[in-house]
């Protein structure tokens, strides 16, 4: 998978500051959360975020917890969006059960809004 900086011409700092609305703070509080393992606390630190920056999407915060190696992932659910905290097989049978396929889920929460 091509890293997004190659894209910007920078490093892998420089590409995600440019692609992504998510200050150091923000990232450091939605880090924070996702250390706890509660989907609840989780859920509350995402719709806050998106609620500060509109033009975040959940795909956004789906690769930030990429980028920091977290067993933590973002399900697209019709209404809204669901947290995964146990590790990639969890998220694959998460996915699975929505009815869809991993590229399907990302693209569901590239453009997903937060309603």
Not at 58 to 66: A, G, H, P, S, Y
Not at 78 to 88: A, D, H, I, L, W
Request: aromatic share 4%.
């Amino acid at each position: 998978m091509k890293d997004r900086s190659e894209d910007r011409g920078g490093g892998a700092s420089a590409g995600r500051d440019l692609a992504m609305p998510i200050s150091p703070k923000q990232r450091h509080k939605l880090l924070m959360a996702e250390r706890t393992r509660d989907a609840a606390w989780i859920t509350t630190v995402i719709e806050e975020l998106i609620e500060a920056n509109p033009d975040t999407t959940l795909m956004d915060v789906d690769q930030e917890f990429r980028d920091a190696g977290s067993q933590t992932y973002l399900v697209a659910r019709q209404c809204k969006f669901q947290v995964v905290t146990g590790g990639r097989l969890a998220m694959l049978w998460a996915v699975s059960a929505a009815g869809m396929t991993v590229e399907q889920n990302r693209t569901a929460l590239a453009a997903k809004p937060l309603a």
